[in-house]
């Protein structure tokens, strides 16, 4: 495979980004193409997904383009979940019973920055703004855009097309419509959207509330949600459904009742944010939808990466790492079989696909926990727990939070299956008074994996795939 092949990527957003600086990297010439402006040069996020939660998967990525030390300086770590209740009180709920695992709270824009900029150090990766795709030719390779300032349309051929133009890709459409092969597409919406807020920081730039902790307001049927930034304000996200419930996006369409809807359900929060009703009427409400399609690539010509192969909701901060994840996981097919192109897309989609189902799978299970059950007695009580198992056995116990974000080392799927099982044993252990949260944790680590294993060993008998 020569060196000197053309790659073109559709999206600089956070995947096409990396994509780009890693295959710059291996001497590849690469031309990145984005419809948006320079986001290093416009503000363009529009109240949407402003800041994201970075964790071990994404930093696998940064060290592989070695760039862990300057994400870290752009990080806020999260311990844990800050639950509060509809009267204002609070408890933290840690993500693990190690010190060292926590997640982080990372702005889009500021990483995106970055990975733009350490792409453009290679001259050999060039990244033009502006330009939309309107479809893509998969047979012949090449690509129509169209230039926002100018409107002129032209064509761009390459070796290779990979699209990383997130959740509505062209590439995509275009293997849809153009009915040259068996294409299998899903999209599916949550009855919920979202729509950002914030908290300002105070006026000395301090936080207003715990600043190392993801903030969570758990109603049962929606929820509100707080991640901190680096000036002192938090990104505050709100889950609703479009028209289900007393208050829902719908009927939120006045001043009056959005303010009745905060004081009844978020009292603490209203008070932290005085700009609440010009954020919510200025900022968009944005659907959540998974995205599921095979296969990813056609030939050796075109692939599909990131959310424009497998977009998810957002309930397991995993988005973004799942992301950086393909861009490590294509490095090491290219390590493996460079020189084909047809073979390389193969064996990444047969490699990827079970773990982006996976993810996908997991992230909504996530929503059902965070607006609800986080806010569960017994569901509590299984969170203690496992602390205390994390904690007195660091080498033998991982819950299914721990599995999937903070093992790197093993796949979604293999994640979610053995966390899956985990939870049904401990859920299930703690209904029947078979284990308590005080008891001999060396008993109950033994009771767990037994069961754990008993659960596992029924689904592979039953041929179950979750």
């Known amino acids: 495979m020569s060196k000197q092949q053309n790659i073109l990527i559709i999206g600089a957003g956070l995947c096409g980004s990396l994509l ?19 986001l290093r040069k416009v503000d363009i996020s529009a109240g949407r997904s402003i800041n994201l939660a970075f964790s071990n998967r994404g930093n696998k990525a940064m060290k592989l383009v ?6 870290k300086s752009l990080c806020i770590p999260m311990h844990g979940r800050m639950i509060h209740d ?35 150090t290679h001259k050999n990766v060039n990244i033009y703004f502006n330009k939309k795709c309107k479809s893509v030719n998969f047979e012949k390779t090449t690509a129509l855009f169209q230039d926002y300032e100018t409107k002129d349309e032209f064509v761009e051929d390459a070796d290779i097309i990979i699209a990383t133009d997130g959740a509505g890709s062209t590439l ?64 505050v996200t709100l889950f609703l459904s479009y ?62 990466m990131g959310d424009a192969a497998h977009a998810i909701v957002p309930f397991y901060g995993q988005g973004m790492n799942a992301s950086f994840e393909d ?18 897309f193969r064996e990444y989609e047969k490699t990827r696909k079970i773990d982006t189902d996976a993810i996908a799978d997991l992230a909504i299970d996530n929503f059902h926990e965070m607006k609800d059950h986080v806010a569960n007695p017994i569901f509590q009580e299984k969170r203690k727990l496992e602390m205390a198992l994390e904690k007195e056995f660091p080498d033998e116990y991982s819950s299914k939070y721990s599995l999937v974000t903070f093992n790197e080392n093993i796949g979604y799927r293999e994640a979610m ?38 659960i596992l060993e029924d689904d592979r008998i039953a041929g179950l795939k979750h």
């Open 417 to 454: 299956l053995k966390g899956r099982a985990q939870d049904k044993a401990i859920l299930n252990m703690l209904t029947d008074k078979d284990i308590e949260v005080k008891g001999d944790l060396k008993r109950i680590l033994d009771k767990v994996k037994q069961e754990t294993e008993a």
């Open 20 to 38: 780009a600086l890693r295959l710059g990297q291996r001497g590849f010439n690469v031309s990145v193409y984005e419809m948006r402006p320079d």
């Open 86 to 120: 509809e009267h204002g009180n609070t408890f933290q709920s840690n993500y693990s019973g190690r010190d060292h695992e926590y997640i982080n709270s990372i702005s889009r824009g500021d990483l995106n920055a970055l990975l733009l900029n350490e792409a453009e």
């Open 172 to 235: 995509r459409k275009s293997y849809y419509l153009g009915k040259k092969f068996l294409f299998s597409f899903s999209q599916e919406y949550l009855t919920h959207g979202y729509k950002e807020l914030s908290i300002l920081p105070k006026e000395n730039g301090g936080f207003k509330v715990h600043k190392n902790v993801l903030h969570i307001w758990p109603r049962g049927s929606f929820m509100l949600i707080a991640l901190p930034n680096l000036d002192g304000s938090f990104t």
């Open 243 to 304: 028209d289900e419930g007393e208050y829902n996006f719908n009927n939120l369409t006045t001043e009056e009742r959005v303010l009745e809807f905060f004081r009844k359900e978020f009292p603490d929060a209203l008070a932290l944010m005085p700009n609440l009703v010009e954020d919510f009427f200025e900022n968009p409400t944005a659907p959540l939808g998974t995205v599921k399609c095979s296969p990813w690539h056609y030939k050796g010509n075109t692939l599909l």
């Open 66 to 71: 070695g760039l862990e030390d300057k994400v």
């Open 327 to 344: 861009v490590v996981v294509f490095d090491n097919v290219l390590d493996q079989h460079e020189g084909n192109w047809e073979t390389v």
